[in-house]
C-alpha cells in the first residue's frame, strides 16, 4: 500500500526535511515534492493534491496550520499530518480543531509516522499518545474550569489575554474599576489560582485559544 501513497512534506528545517523524506523513501512512500517554507507548501499542495502531507507547525511565510486552513476550500482529497515539536496545550487545541487528521511530535520514532501515515489513508485521524496524554491531562481540565465562568467573567478573561490591564477593562467595558477586580477575584477561584498580580495574566495567555472558542 505504501508505493502508491503520494506525500508532500514541509519543513524548513533542510537537515530534518531531508532525513524525513530519505527514511519516507526508502520504506517505499512516492514523495513527490517537499517545500522549505509554508507558502511553497500550500502551492504544491494544491497543484499536485497529494494523498498526505506532512506539514511543519512553525515555517516561514505561512505556518502550517496557515497552509491547512488555506486549503479548507480547495476540494482536495489531501490528509494533513502536523510533525512539530511543540507540546504547549495552545497548540494541540488548535491541531485538534482544524482539519487534521494526524499529530505528531519530532522526537517520536519513525515507525510511529509510518502507523500514522498508514491509519490516516484509511480516512481514520491518527494522534500520538503523547498528543492524547496531554489532551487528557492539560486541555479538558482547563476546559472544564472555563466553562464555570460566567459570560461576563468569560469576557473579561479573554481581554486579560490580549493584554488589557483592569482599567483598560473597565473602560471598554463601562464598569467600576472595582467591579472587574471583584470579577477577577472570582475568576481566580473558579480557576483554582493563585492571588497573584500575574497569574491570571499567564494563565489567560496560555489558553488564548480556548477561550476564542467557548
Request: hydrophobic share 40%; with cysteine; aromatic share 6%.
Amino acid at each position: 500500500m505504501s508505493k502508491n501513497i503520494e506525500i508532500i512534506v514541509a519543513d524548513d528545517h533542510p537537515m530534518l526535511l531531508k532525513g524525513l523524506t530519505e527514511e519516507l523513501i526508502s520504506n517505499n512512500y512516492k514523495v513527490i515534492d517537499t517545500a522549505e517554507n509554508g507558502a511553497l507548501a500550500l502551492e504544491l499542495i494544491i497543484a499536485r493534491n497529494p494523498d498526505i502531507a506532512i506539514l511543519d507547525i512553525e515555517m516561514p511565510l505561512l505556518t502550517g496550520f496557515e497552509v491547512i486552513k488555506k486549503c479548507e476550500n480547495e476540494n482536495l482529497k489531501t490528509k494533513f499530518i502536523v510533525l512539530t515539536s511543540h507540546k504547549e496545550s495552545r497548540y494541540i487545541y488548535k491541531a485538534n480543531n482544524l482539519n487534521i487528521s494526524g499529530y505528531l511530535l519530532k522526537d517520536e520514532p519513525f515507525e510511529e509516522i509510518q502507523k500514522c501515515i498508514n491509519t490516516v489513508i484509511t480516512g481514520k485521524n491518527y494522534f500520538s499518545q503523547t498528543f492524547s496524554q496531554l489532551f487528557d491531562t492539560k486541555i479538558s481540565p482547563e476546559l472544564e474550569k472555563i466553562k464555570l465562568l460566567s459570560p461576563s467573567e468569560r469576557t473579561i478573561v479573554r481581554l486579560i489575554s490580549q493584554g488589557k490591564n483592569s482599567k483598560d477593562i473597565s473602560e471598554m467595558l463601562l464598569i467600576s474599576l472595582r467591579t472587574v477586580q471583584k470579577h477577577r477575584a472570582n475568576i481566580l477561584n473558579k480557576l483554582d489560582l493563585e492571588s497573584s498580580t500575574d497569574a491570571l495574566s499567564i494563565w489567560a495567555n496560555n489558553n488564548k485559544e480556548l477561550l476564542l472558542t467557548i
